[in-house]
């Protein structure tokens, strides 16, 4: 019997892979459904039904269509393991929200900044805007400070129990870390104490088989 759930995207991106390792967290089956983004898949007319603006993931869970990769991983949490959405509380709830907000928009878009620009852009050929990048570093140290001294308080982001909040993080920082900067993690102890724990588990250590350093970009640019 095929698997119920379905995983349409690329493997290598950040966004597809925060779908997969919470399915893997969950210890949900799935079908993970190949796409070639140089053939323009997503912007094919079956895709687009099911992501009218043609970015991948999409999960399919029975008649249940989603997009998103953070709704995503919310559903897939919320159905099969709530513990990692701090479902004993209201307030745990309501601190491991907090830290997906904070990872959505204080921690992503620099780290994300830094890896496109020191990972991607050699990799296809162009340079990294230094400027751009300086302006992440400064970004991301100031978010890192901080996140030093919420580890210092508690074992995770959101208590004293993982939770999607952390794992969340796992995507951008496997290609991070691949880049000149990752001292900015290394150097603060309960950061990268806190990322070693991440990249250790068995459902992170899985996704990354999916995502190498090069995105597999060494030979064709098509799955980025």
């Not at 759930?5 to 919470?22: E, I, N, Q, T």
């Not at 004993?88 to 709830?93: K, L, Q, V, W």
């Not at 870390?177 to 603060?188: D, F, G, N, R, W």
Request: aromatic share 8%; charged share 25%; glycine share 6%.
């Amino acid at each position: 019997m095929s698997p119920v759930v379905k995983v349409y995207g690329w493997a290598v991106s950040p966004f597809v892979a925060r779908s997969l390792l919470c399915l893997e967290e969950a210890g949900v089956e799935y079908e993970l459904v190949p796409m070639s983004r140089e053939a323009g898949d997503h912007r094919k007319p079956d895709f687009l039904g099911r992501n009218p603006f043609g970015q991948v993931p999409v999960l399919e869970d029975g008649d249940l269509t989603l997009f998103e990769s953070r709704a995503i991983a919310r559903h897939v949490l919320r159905k099969h393991k709530p513990e990692l959405l701090g479902s004993g509380s209201p307030e745990s709830a309501a601190m491991v929200d907090v830290w997906l907000e904070v990872e959505a928009h204080q921690h992503h878009p620099a780290a994300a900044a830094i890896f496109v620009h020191c990972i991607v852009a050699p990799l296809l050929g162009g340079a990294p805007d230094q400027a751009v990048v300086n302006e992440n570093v400064a970004k991301l140290r100031k978010v890192l400070e901080v996140y030093e001294a919420r580890l210092s308080a508690s074992r995770y982001l959101a208590g004293n129990d993982i939770s999607l909040a952390d794992l969340s993080h796992f995507p951008i920082m496997r290609y991070f870390m691949q880049t000149e900067y990752a001292s900015l993690v290394e150097e603060l102890p309960h950061v990268n104490a806190w990322w070693e724990g991440l990249k250790a588990r068995p459902a992170a250590r899985k996704v990354a088989e999916f995502m190498p350093p090069d995105l597999g970009l060494g030979k064709k640019a098509e799955q980025l």
